[in-house]
């Protein structure tokens, strides 16, 4: 029954140290990866804004034929050349668009004089806040990123997410928004006039790699803290095994007083004590002339013929006697 006792304990505390433990590794997984996703987003969109400032500032001079074939050619080596990021960092397209939101250049066609001839207007492109956003930016102004309302860009998750990880979108808005669009103005040499904008589309980073490598550091994570636990919940069985013996050794010696009994023991003595009634002192006296007399009459001598006679006079009778003699 002791032993039985002592292994229901360590039981009790190993769940109770393990579910201490797994709380604490979900929630630094979560906090983890939401600090991830931050910093991956502060450098990402810093690397992307002076990315487009320079596009925006070489473009600036280049307002021409000439200039569109080379910008045609500088905006795909930038987007080449991201393909090989360590982070996965990746440029997706640049475009270059006029003022009446005429597209000029993009990674996404090949210019030609003929092709820009053709070209009319994105009337749709022009109406969105996006666009005119931009339009209207001073130079002082910081830009700043955002989804977009191209529904493509705005809705779809990032296909390289993998399977098992899609729940945690939910509970991380910053992933969903993973493939974002900023705009650059650009500005006549020595005005404020805006002659073009750069739209350039990108991606934060491979949110399936960084979610592999916060799954790896939860499991690493999780393996310590379950080994924690472990020796956690060995220890306070120990301090209970031990404080169980002591207690156990302790009772043993003390005598069985009302100060150490248990409380049932303890009410049922104090119930005892209670009923018996204390003797008082008069009892206690009157009951010694009771045996007194009872020794008396032992040395009363019994007569077969004749009354019994008391041997022992009343104290009354002598001082009756000595009275009279001295009267004379």
Same mark, same amino acid.
């Given at each position: 029954m002791k032993y039985s006792r002592f292994f229901l304990s360590f039981i009790l505390f190993f769940i109770l140290s393990e579910t201490l433990a797994l709380s604490g590794v979900v929630w630094t997984f979560y906090e983890s990866l939401q600090n991830a996703l931050v910093q991956e987003q502060f450098i990402s969109d810093h690397r992307a804004r002076d990315l487009s400032l320079a596009l925006a500032k070489s473009a600036e001079q280049r307002l021409n034929n000439e200039g569109y074939?080379?910008?045609?050619?500088?905006?795909?080596r930038y987007v080449e050349e991201s393909k090989n990021d360590p982070e996965q960092f990746r440029f997706l397209k640049i475009s270059?668009?006029? +003022?009446?939101?005429?597209?000029?250049?993009?990674?996404?066609?090949?210019?030609?004089?003929?092709?820009?001839?053709?070209?009319?207007?994105?009337?749709?492109?022009?109406?969105?806040?996006?666009?005119?956003?931009?339009?209207?930016m001073k130079?002082?102004?910081?830009?700043?990123?955002?989804?977009?309302?191209? +529904?493509?860009?705005?809705?779809?998750?990032? +296909?390289?997410?993998?399977d098992g990880f899609e729940w945690v979108l939910s509970y991380l808005p910053l992933a969903k928004s993973n493939t974002v669009r900023l705009t650059t103005p650009l500005y006549k040499p020595g005005t404020l006039d805006v002659s073009g904008l750069v739209i350039l589309f990108y991606e934060r980073g491979n949110l399936g790699l960084l979610f592999e490598n916060q799954w790896k550091l939860a499991e690493w994570m999780v393996f310590n803290y379950i080994l924690i636990a472990f020796v956690v919940s060995l220890l306070l069985t120990g301090a209970f095994v031990t404080y169980s013996v002591f207690v156990s050794k302790e009772t043993v010696r003390q005598p069985e007083s009302g100060e150490f009994l248990p409380i049932?023991?303890?009410?049922?003595?104090?119930?005892?004590?209670?009923?018996l009634e204390p003797v008082s002192v008069l009892e206690v006296e009157g009951a010694v002339p009771q045996?007194?007399?009872?020794?008396?009459?032992?040395?009363?001598?019994?007569?077969?013929?004749?009354?019994?006679?008391?041997?022992?006079?009343?104290?009354?009778?002598?001082?009756?006697?000595q009275d009279a003699i001295f009267l004379g």
């Amino acid at each position: 029954m002791k032993y039985s006792r002592f292994f229901l304990s360590f039981i009790l505390f190993f769940i109770l140290s393990e579910t201490l433990a797994l709380s604490g590794v979900v929630w630094t997984f979560y906090e983890s990866l939401q600090n991830a996703l931050v910093q991956e987003q502060f450098i990402s969109d810093h690397r992307a804004r002076d990315l487009s400032l320079a596009l925006a500032k070489s473009a600036e001079q280049r307002l021409n034929n000439e200039g569109y074939v080379e910008l045609e050619k500088m905006f795909h080596r930038y987007v080449e050349e991201s393909k090989n990021d360590p982070e996965q960092f990746r440029f997706l397209k640049i475009s270059l668009y006029a +003022p009446d939101a005429t597209l000029l250049v993009s990674t996404d066609t090949i210019y030609t004089i003929d092709e820009l001839k053709k070209r009319k207007p994105d009337e749709e492109l022009a109406k969105s806040t996006f666009f005119r956003k931009g339009i209207r930016m001073k130079k002082w102004e910081w830009s700043e990123p955002e989804n977009g309302e191209n +529904p493509i860009v705005n809705s779809k998750r990032d +296909p390289k997410i993998r399977d098992g990880f899609e729940w945690v979108l939910s509970y991380l808005p910053l992933a969903k928004s993973n493939t974002v669009r900023l705009t650059t103005p650009l500005y006549k040499p020595g005005t404020l006039d805006v002659s073009g904008l750069v739209i350039l589309f990108y991606e934060r980073g491979n949110l399936g790699l960084l979610f592999e490598n916060q799954w790896k550091l939860a499991e690493w994570m999780v393996f310590n803290y379950i080994l924690i636990a472990f020796v956690v919940s060995l220890l306070l069985t120990g301090a209970f095994v031990t404080y169980s013996v002591f207690v156990s050794k302790e009772t043993v010696r003390q005598p069985e007083s009302g100060e150490f009994l248990p409380i049932i023991q303890k009410k049922t003595l104090e119930t005892t004590e209670n009923s018996l009634e204390p003797v008082s002192v008069l009892e206690v006296e009157g009951a010694v002339p009771q045996s007194i007399s009872n020794e008396k009459k032992d040395d009363v001598e019994v007569l077969s013929v004749g009354p019994v006679v008391n041997q022992i006079k009343p104290e009354s009778n002598d001082k009756t006697i000595q009275d009279a003699i001295f009267l004379g």
